[in-house]
């Protein structure tokens, strides 16, 4: 793999996951980007004009409608990561706010990443149409009406064998029609 200034030199996403408790995966969340993604889609935003770091944050959300909005802890590291590689410039304003600009170096680093913006975008667009589909009346009371019926019976006690392959197969019957509509 080549080495490049935005840290994605990554090995190809795998299908199979780590084993992880219970515990650890009710309270980890996935992360939904790569640092040098993020990187990318800050380089993408300003190379259209010049911004803050909080309007950096707002581009992102927006793009994805409002279900990714990447944390302060996460936009401006990178962005004095970027800066310290030349690839941005920052302009110190009245009241102590910066505002980026991309140099030529960050615009050529750019240049020679449209495949990986292109997916990058494309996985904000997705989740732009997963809110859109998620917000519509029927999908939301159906998805409320499932999640309702599996908290109401798991928490009536112990789940006996038989019960459990009824739930189970259910649940997944539903998943196969689903997938395959």
Same mark, same amino acid.
């Given at each position: ?18 084993p ?13 980007? =790569?640092? !040098? ?6 380089? +993408?935003?300003?190379? @259209?004009?010049? /911004?803050?770091g909080?309007? %950096? ?36 304003? =009245?009241? !102590? ?6 140099? +030529?170096?960050?615009? @050529?680093?750019? /240049?020679?990443?449209?495949? %990986? ?23 939301q ?16 006690g ?24």
């Amino acid at each position: 793999m080549k080495n490049n200034p935005l840290g994605n030199d990554r090995p190809p996403a795998t299908s199979g996951h780590k084993p992880n408790c219970v515990a650890a995966k009710k309270h980890r969340r996935e992360r939904m980007f =790569e640092t !040098g993604d993020i990187r990318l889609l800050m380089l +993408h935003f300003l190379q @259209q004009r010049s /911004a803050h770091g909080y309007e %950096l944050i707002k581009a992102i959300e927006d793009l994805s409608k409002g279900e990714y909005t990447p944390s302060a802890s996460i936009i401006y590291p990178n962005l004095t990561f970027l800066e310290e590689q030349g690839l941005i410039t920052a302009n110190q304003e =009245e009241g !102590g706010k910066k505002q980026y600009s991309i140099t +030529h170096e960050g615009t @050529q680093s750019l /240049a020679g990443q449209g495949d %990986l913006l292109g997916s990058v975008t494309e996985k904000l667009f997705s989740l732009a149409i997963l809110s859109n589909n998620r917000s519509i009346p029927e999908m939301q009371r159906a998805i409320n009406n499932m999640r309702m019926a599996l908290n109401l019976r798991l928490a009536k006690g112990p789940i006996e064998q038989e019960t459990l392959y009824k739930i189970t197969d259910a649940l997944d019957k539903a998943t196969k029609e689903i997938e395959r509509s």
